[in-house]
């Protein structure tokens, strides 16, 4: 009886979350073990590549490209959309993200007739709303889900313009060829949201001047309140509502002071860029590739290699690079199984978009190019995701 209260609750909350694994076809992407992926496709402004791989017991990764209008109206404005969210503590807040945020930019990108910053924050806080409206619900019988939260990195391509929003530590890095050299060069796009970063911990500081403990070190690592890496997310509400850090939460996750303002933040931090004709590339992925490779490096080896199945090759190398830091074989990393891999390394999402000079123009001219929509990832998700992480 409970795992179907579960799975009633499941398909209430996404209602579009797939649970079976894709098949082999190339409309859906194809699944290889533990690995997911999209070697090529065509959006608006180019063609793309997307891989995911798992390490965690449940994927916590959730990653979506969607191309072709961005609002309600035939009108446009048209586009490409990419998500990537990193989730924590357990995939309900990514799937969330992944089933309601693009609608929300088409929302108030309709009720503007236009894509912009606000637009985008708009439906990051309409989203991190949606998220703590379920934790309001679901709190008397899973009241965990307070301390369920998500990365969150978006890019918008719309007009020429290309818009990057990111809460937590997922990055954007665009390939941009340098005339001078004819080298392609990394330029990060994403602000990150690190207690590793010492600006980080500057900001968090003078947001709570009277909490001497808003970071820790812990194992050699900076976390804030000793709980956490990242300063902005979506979820946590456990660091966000004071209502919602106390029993019956578990009691690592509840603070021993109440808390008087919101610890984690939802704001994004946004960027905004005029595309140029040597942009050639932006490498969308959560964290778990960039624990592994440069921005450079990454660079390098889309560059370096066939556009077709670039994101998977970023995770082959990355991979690759885990296991040599355990001093194993790349081939043996594989055969370990979910859960036990994450040990290793943590889930991976690669989104490759290529961008097509002469596409990008026409676009902004007023042409619709091709309509996609896609998720990353086809591997099974057990029905019972909804019991306490």
């Known amino acids: 009886m409970l795992s179907g209260l579960m799975e009633f609750l499941r398909a209430c909350l996404w209602p579009n979350s797939d649970t079976s694994v894709h098949s082999g076809s190339d409309s ?22 997307m891989a995911v791989v798992q ?4 994927l916590e990764d959730q990653s979506q490209l969607e191309s072709g209008s961005l609002s309600s109206f035939d009108s446009g404005p048209f586009g490409t959309f990419v998500g990537v969210y990193d989730g924590h503590g357990g995939p309900e807040t990514s799937r969330y993200i992944n089933d309601h945020m693009f609608h929300h930019l088409r929302r108030f990108a309709s009720e503007n007739n236009c894509i912009s910053a ?7 806080q309409a989203t991190e709303e949606g998220f703590l409206s379920i934790v309001s619900k679901q709190w008397p019988m ?17 007009n020429g313009t290309l818009y990057v929003a990111n809460l937590g530590d997922s990055r954007a890095v665009l390939g941009r060829l340098m005339k001078a050299t004819g080298e392609i060069h990394a330029v990060q796009l994403s602000a990150e949201h690190n207690a590793c970063l010492e ?3 500057q900001e968090l500081r003078s947001v709570h001047p009277d909490d001497p403990h808003i970071v820790v070190l812990k194992h050699n690592v900076w976390r804030v309140k000793g709980l956490i890496q990242i300063s902005r997310s979506i979820g946590d509400v456990y660091l966000k509502k004071a209502e919602y850090n106390r029993e019956p939460l578990y009691s690592k996750f509840r603070l021993r002071d109440p808390i008087k303002r919101p610890i984690l933040s939802s704001e994004p931090s946004i960027s905004v860029q005029e595309l140029q004709p040597h942009d050639q590339f932006v490498i969308f992925a959560s964290d778990g590739l960039w624990e592994h490779l440069s921005n450079q490096e990454a660079v390098d080896i889309v560059q ?18 885990a296991a040599k830091k355990r001093e194993m074989r790349y081939s043996d990393l594989k055969k370990i199984d979910r859960g036990v891999r994450r040990h290793f390394h943590d889930d991976i999402t690669v989104i490759v978009v290529f961008l ?33 992480s």
């Not at 606000?118 to 990051?124: H, L, W, Y």
């Open 28 to 49: 859906s992407g194809r699944q290889d073990g533990l690995l997911w992926y999209k070697d090529a496709g065509q959006h608006v402004n180019g063609e793309f590549s």
């Open 55 to 58: 390490a965690n017991s449940l």
């Open 118 to 124: 606000d637009v985008i924050r708009k439906a990051v």
């Open 142 to 158: 899973n009241p965990q889900m307070a301390a369920v939260g998500s990365c969150c990195l978006i890019g918008v391509i719309c």
């Open 199 to 201: 600006e980080v911990r």
């Open 304 to 321: 370096n290699n066939p556009r077709n199945g670039s994101a998977r090759k970023l995770i082959k190398v990355a991979l690759q690079e």
């Open 356 to 388: 097509d000079s002469n596409l990008v123009s026409r676009a902004t001219s007023g042409s619709k190019g091709p309509n996609v929509s896609i998720r990353g990832g086809g591997i099974t998700i057990p029905s019972k995701t909804l019991a306490p």
